[in-house]
């Protein structure tokens, strides 16, 4: 009986620890999409770039600890988001059929980057040290700190953007043009400026998400497709434009993804994880919190 | 305040409007009527700077609007109050009214202009929390020119807000339009007919097909048969 409610307790908390790390990667498509209505083809790759982007300051440069690391790796997330959004998505938009434009452009740019990864770093793959050693004993259970920094990290990532959106007005603007993009012309938004900013956040999310994702398992130059894909299926799954949903997703795969790791093996996540999103969109079409 | 100058609007081959010329003098209430599917609000979003005109020139307080993205548009003080309204589905009356002013220069008198809309609509202010997608059609119409309201503009260019409502629904957006109007800002309404509120409005312009067929006040207008025809006979 003790080993059984022990070996529950190890998979909800190892769903919990997976999903958060899937939460930051969810929620910068989640925010993307439901703002731009622009599906980034490129956002797995930025992901790894985020990860690789830590490696090299943190393996080449010897003196920088990891937080510091991380820090400086966010803002160049940032601008590299913008200036995508910048000199691909804006010149795209403003001609016809723009949304296949954009994907297009959205694909090569993940095949160079991936390429560039691949030039630069090589095929093997690396991994980027825990934030944190050590591990916790609690009843029974043995819980590595890094993950509960993740956690953590990711928690208080989700309570600023929360914030950001809630509280501010350009987080309200960016809200409001994902409600009714029209709306927010008449109301006098700079809608292309707001791009500009929703692509930098959902890039530096993508980053962040990348560092963690790449200690959790391990970086490699297509590495980011999968994650993307993943990423795809938690905002689906939670619903379009709906960034509650995104989290509340997350988690939800993140244990079908432990509990799945643990009776049957690794290999069967992705499927398990596409099986359980099918089954919902035909029960709500919309996904579980969705909007459109 | 207003000046436009051949102005033609293209949707791909189709011409939605023709050359349309009119002038409108700083706070004149001046009203656009014509049947549906004639082109009224196709020129209302083009000079409001959500539709790009083919030919023509559109001046605002002396300046070119024309090419210039709306929210320029908005700051400049020309602001569009839609049919379909484009609210904020999810947020509240008072998120809506709130991101109305949105602009830099609408943000100093946010908590006047608040006032105001509130003083106007009184439902809107009881309504205030609640989420926009539940209001009804005439209270949505209520929050989509108060919104208009809060950004601050000189001119507010409306698109038929009395659509689908009541008789005696109809006669009070007309009076409260009337209200905006007194208070200094130019307002140029569109609507299918005004017979209720013609004591109201200064000068009426007709448009048929795309083009300005009529233009005059009221006792021009209702000494033209066309014009009667116009107001009466839809």
Known sequence: MGTWVRSIAEILIGGIEAGSVYILIAAGLSLLYGVTKIFNYSYGSLLTLGGYFAWVLIFNFAGIHYGIGIVVVLPVMFFLGMGIEKLIVFPLRRKAEWELNVVIATLGLALIFNSLILVVFGPLTKTLPPLIEGNMKIGGCILSNYRWAVLGIT???????????????????????????????????????????????????????????????????????????????????????????????????????????????AVWVTPAWFLVLIIILIIRPKGLFGIR | ???????????????????????????????????????????????????????????????????????KIVEMGLVYVAEERHLFPEMTVLENLTLGAYNSCARKFQAENMEFVFNLFPRLRERKKQVVST?????????????????????????????????????????????????????????????????????????????????????????????????LGI
């Open chain 2, 1 to 71: 305040m207003l000046e436009i100058k051949n102005l033609s609007t293209y949707y791909d081959e189709f011409r939605a409007i023709s050359d349309i010329s009119l002038t409108v003098e700083d706070g004149e209430f001046i009203a656009i009527i014509g049947p549906n599917g004639h082109g009224k609000s196709t020129f209302l979003k083009t000079i409001c700077g959500l539709l790009r005109p083919k030919t023509g020139s559109v001046l605002f307080a002396g300046k070119e609007v024309v090419g210039l993205p709306t929210y």
């Open chain 1, 155 to 265: 928690i208080a990532v989700m309570i600023i953007l929360w914030i950001f959106l809630t509280k501010t007005k350009l987080g309200m603007a960016m809200r409001a043009v994902a409600q009714d993009s029209v709306g927010g012309h008449i109301v006098g938004i700079n809608t292309h400026r707001l791009f500009g900013y929703t692509f930098g956040i959902s890039t530096v999310l993508a980053g962040l998400g990348g560092i963690f994702l790449g200690s959790t398992y391990f970086l490699s130059p297509e590495g980011g497709w999968l994650f993307f894909v993943k990423a795809f299926i938690i905002v689906a799954l939670g619903g379009i434009g709906s960034l509650q949903g995104a989290l509340i997703a997350a988690i939800i795969l993140g244990v079908i993804e432990s509990s799945v790791c643990f009776l049957i093996g």
């Open chain 2, 135 to 231: 209001l009804s059609g005439g209270e949505s119409r209520m929050v989509a020119i108060g919104r208009g309201l809060m950004s601050n503009a000189k001119a507010i260019a409306i698109d038929e807000p009395s659509f689908g409502l009541a008789p005696n629904l109809r006669i009070d957006v007309f009076n409260r339009i009337k209200e905006i109007n007194k208070k200094g800002i130019t307002i140029i309404l569109v609507e299918q007919t005004v017979a209720e509120a013609m004591h109201l409005i200064d000068r009426f312009y007709l448009m048929e097909d795309g083009k300005i067929v009529f233009q005059g006040n009221e006792k021009e207008a209702l000494s033209s048969e066309h014009v009667k025809q116009a107001f």
